[in-house]
């Protein structure tokens, strides 16, 4: 079981910059990953990014390519999500996901068992 807790968030201007932190507690193994999905509203929810502990593999989706980093500090076992030059379409809630996806599924909502509690972001114009 893993427990995930999410902060940051809040309100920005487009082209301002926000950081999502996001903490894990309990037992990983092998293929751990963490990432972010987000959900707009009257919007599917969507994958953002995610990065492999073993190896720091990410990936984004190319709607945040050059835009949005994924990182990582090992040992609070926590990610980070730094998003920058942001736009109002990234208004959303933000949740962070971990598990243990097989390497094909890491931007899969199914690849993910735990979710943390979400946390709104909202762009102004």
């Known amino acids: 079981q893993v427990q995930l807790v999410q902060s940051g968030g809040g309100l920005v201007q487009a082209g301002g910059s926000l950081r999502l932190s996001c903490s894990a507690a309990?037992?990983?193994?092998?293929?751990?990953?963490m990432g972010w999905f987000r959900q707009a509203p009257w919007k599917e929810r969507e994958f953002v990014t995610f990065?492999?502990?073993?190896?720091?593999?990410?990936n984004y989706a190319d709607s945040v390519k050059g835009r949005f980093t994924i990182s990582r500090d090992n040992a609070k076992k926590t990610v980070y999500l730094q998003m920058n030059s942001m736009k109002r379409e990234d208004t959303a809630v933000y949740y962070c996901?971990?598990?243990?996806?097989?390497?094909?599924?890491?931007?899969?909502?199914?690849?993910?068992?735990?979710w943390g509690q979400g946390t709104q972001v909202t762009v102004s114009s």
């Open positions: 990065l492999r502990w073993s190896g720091g593999i990410t």
């Open positions: 996901v971990a598990g243990h996806p097989e390497y094909e599924w890491g931007n899969k909502e199914f690849a993910y068992p735990y």
């Open positions: 309990g037992r990983t193994s092998r293929n751990f990953a």
